[in-house]
Protein backbone atom coordinates (compact mmCIF):
# COMPACT_ATOMS: atom_id res chain seq x y z
CA UNK A 1 0.00 0.00 0.00
CA UNK A 2 1.82 3.45 -0.92
CA UNK A 3 1.11 6.51 1.52
CA UNK A 4 -1.69 7.69 -0.80
CA UNK A 5 -4.03 4.98 -0.13
CA UNK A 6 -2.96 4.34 3.35
CA UNK A 7 -3.78 8.16 3.62
CA UNK A 8 -7.11 7.27 1.87
CA UNK A 9 -7.93 4.69 4.40
CA UNK A 10 -7.20 6.82 6.99
CA UNK A 11 -9.83 9.30 5.74
CA UNK A 12 -12.67 6.02 5.40
CA UNK A 13 -11.79 5.61 8.94
CA UNK A 14 -12.15 8.92 10.08
CA UNK A 15 -15.36 9.47 8.20
CA UNK A 16 -16.91 6.12 9.98
CA UNK A 17 -15.97 7.12 13.03
CA UNK A 18 -17.40 10.53 12.71
CA UNK A 19 -20.61 8.97 11.58
CA UNK A 20 -20.58 6.38 14.50
CA UNK A 21 -20.18 9.39 17.01
CA UNK A 22 -23.24 10.59 15.01
CA UNK A 23 -25.04 7.53 15.37
CA UNK A 24 -24.66 7.07 18.61
CA UNK A 25 -25.60 10.65 19.39
CA UNK A 26 -29.34 10.21 17.92
CA UNK A 27 -29.35 7.28 19.77
CA UNK A 28 -28.98 9.19 22.64
CA UNK A 29 -30.89 11.81 21.98
CA UNK A 30 -33.98 9.08 20.89
CA UNK A 31 -33.58 7.68 24.44
CA UNK A 32 -34.02 10.94 25.80
CA UNK A 33 -37.04 11.91 24.04
CA UNK A 34 -38.78 8.32 25.20
CA UNK A 35 -37.31 9.24 28.50
CA UNK A 36 -39.34 12.24 28.51
CA UNK A 37 -42.62 10.80 27.49
CA UNK A 38 -42.32 8.37 30.24
CA UNK A 39 -41.41 10.81 32.86
CA UNK A 40 -45.14 12.87 31.14
CA UNK A 41 -47.31 10.33 31.72
CA UNK A 42 -46.88 6.77 31.44
CA UNK A 43 -44.31 6.66 34.79
CA UNK A 44 -43.08 2.80 33.50
CA UNK A 45 -40.90 1.54 35.83
CA UNK A 46 -38.99 -0.71 33.45
CA UNK A 47 -38.93 1.70 30.94
CA UNK A 48 -37.25 4.04 33.72
CA UNK A 49 -34.92 1.69 34.72
CA UNK A 50 -33.47 -0.09 30.91
CA UNK A 51 -33.49 3.06 29.41
CA UNK A 52 -31.55 5.26 32.08
CA UNK A 53 -29.31 2.19 32.06
CA UNK A 54 -29.09 2.24 27.87
CA UNK A 55 -28.45 6.07 27.99
CA UNK A 56 -25.78 5.47 30.24
CA UNK A 57 -24.31 2.74 28.28
CA UNK A 58 -24.54 4.59 25.20
CA UNK A 59 -22.94 7.66 26.84
CA UNK A 60 -20.16 5.74 27.63
CA UNK A 61 -19.88 4.04 24.50
CA UNK A 62 -20.16 7.71 22.78
CA UNK A 63 -17.35 9.00 25.09
CA UNK A 64 -15.22 5.95 24.07
CA UNK A 65 -15.65 6.59 20.30
CA UNK A 66 -14.81 10.59 20.76
CA UNK A 67 -11.77 9.77 22.19
CA UNK A 68 -10.82 6.99 19.23
CA UNK A 69 -11.81 9.61 17.11
CA UNK A 70 -9.37 12.52 17.81
CA UNK A 71 -7.06 10.35 18.40
CA UNK A 72 -7.19 8.78 14.69
CA UNK A 73 -8.39 12.11 13.55
CA UNK A 74 -5.02 13.67 14.89
CA UNK A 75 -2.79 10.26 13.47
CA UNK A 76 -4.26 11.07 10.62
CA UNK A 77 -3.42 14.92 9.99
CA UNK A 78 0.13 14.02 11.09
CA UNK A 79 0.39 10.77 8.78
CA UNK A 80 -0.88 13.71 6.18
CA UNK A 81 1.36 16.37 6.94
CA UNK A 82 4.88 14.29 7.40
CA UNK A 83 4.50 12.53 4.09
CA UNK A 84 3.14 15.01 2.05
CA UNK A 85 5.71 15.25 -0.66
CA UNK A 86 5.54 11.84 -1.36
CA UNK A 87 1.38 12.12 -1.44
CA UNK A 88 1.19 15.12 -3.71
CA UNK A 89 4.13 13.15 -6.18
CA UNK A 90 2.04 10.01 -6.12
CA UNK A 91 -0.85 12.34 -6.93
CA UNK A 92 0.86 14.32 -9.60
CA UNK A 93 2.08 10.71 -11.29
CA UNK A 94 -1.35 9.34 -11.41
CA UNK A 95 -2.99 12.67 -13.14
CA UNK A 96 -0.26 12.60 -15.42
CA UNK A 97 -0.77 9.14 -16.10
CA UNK A 98 -4.96 9.55 -16.56
CA UNK A 99 -3.94 12.12 -18.81
CA UNK A 100 -2.25 10.13 -21.32
Aim: hydrophobic letters at 40%.
Amino acid sequence: MDKLQKLELMNKVVNELEDLQNSQTALIEKIGKIEVDNMNGLNDSRLEKDLGDMHSKIAANLDAITSIFAYFETKRDEYNEKNRSAIEAIEAAAAIEAAN
